[in-house]
């Protein structure tokens, strides 16, 4: 069997041509067998009507193999020379011949070096593409995350403009300077429990001391 790749043939034909003469070998392989097992059927009904025969049919089978050795030998010597000229003549496409689909390379033809120029050039766009599809993915992030903190915002003005509605019902004026004033008057409050913590605490050593 040919170990010649043959990509170009298997391209047009759509299957090896290696493949195709191994499917014909084992049919006539096989018709040779069945062939063989009919032969060997008869002679035995041609011996059974024979008065006195003394064949076995034991002989008859070694006879038959024997026989089916001889004829496989010779069948591969003549089908290695039919392989031979099948793949060569039949199963071959000539060097001069173009597929349909390669006409292109005719018409744009490209040296080693300049297909390496492509090849690189396609590589760098990937990677370009890689690269946007990350920058991408890392905006959506951003955005989602943007849209939380809209969301947060969001809620935080529907309770200040809660607030200013119940600042207004119960005459307290404008919410901003109301809360500038609880502010204020918290920082006091807080300056003034410091005062009440530090005179407690002075208050706690005097009596220990005492």
Avoid at 86 to 93: E, M, S, T, Y
Avoid at 116 to 132: F, G, K, S, T
Avoid at 148 to 172: P, T
């Amino acid at each position: 069997m040919s170990v010649d790749p043959m990509i170009y043939e298997t391209q047009f034909f759509g299957f090896t041509p290696q493949t195709c003469m191994l499917r014909v070998y084992i049919a006539f392989q096989d018709y040779l067998f069945e062939m063989m097992l009919v032969v060997e059927g008869v002679m035995l009904k041609k011996l059974d009507s024979i008065p006195g025969c003394k064949v076995s049919p034991s002989q008859i089978r070694k006879c038959t193999e024997k026989f089916l050795l001889f004829m496989k030998v010779h069948f591969d010597k003549l089908f290695a020379k039919m392989e031979e000229v099948l793949l060569q003549l039949v199963l071959k496409i000539p060097k001069n011949v173009l597929l349909p689909e390669d006409r292109v390379q005719e018409q744009y033809p490209y040296s080693k070096e300049e297909f390496q120029v492509l090849q690189d050039e396609l590589q760098q766009l990937q990677q370009q593409c890689r690269a946007e599809a990350a920058l991408e993915q890392a905006l959506r992030a951003e955005l989602e995350e943007q849209k939380a903190v809209k969301a947060e915002l969001e809620k935080i003005l529907q309770c200040y403009d809660g607030l200013e509605s119940i600042c207004r019902e119960h005459g307290a004026g404008n919410f901003k300077e109301s809360f500038a004033l609880l502010t204020q008057n918290c920082k006091k409050l807080q300056e003034v429990l410091k005062d009440v913590e530090e005179k407690s605490n002075k208050m706690k050593q005097h009596d220990q001391l005492m």
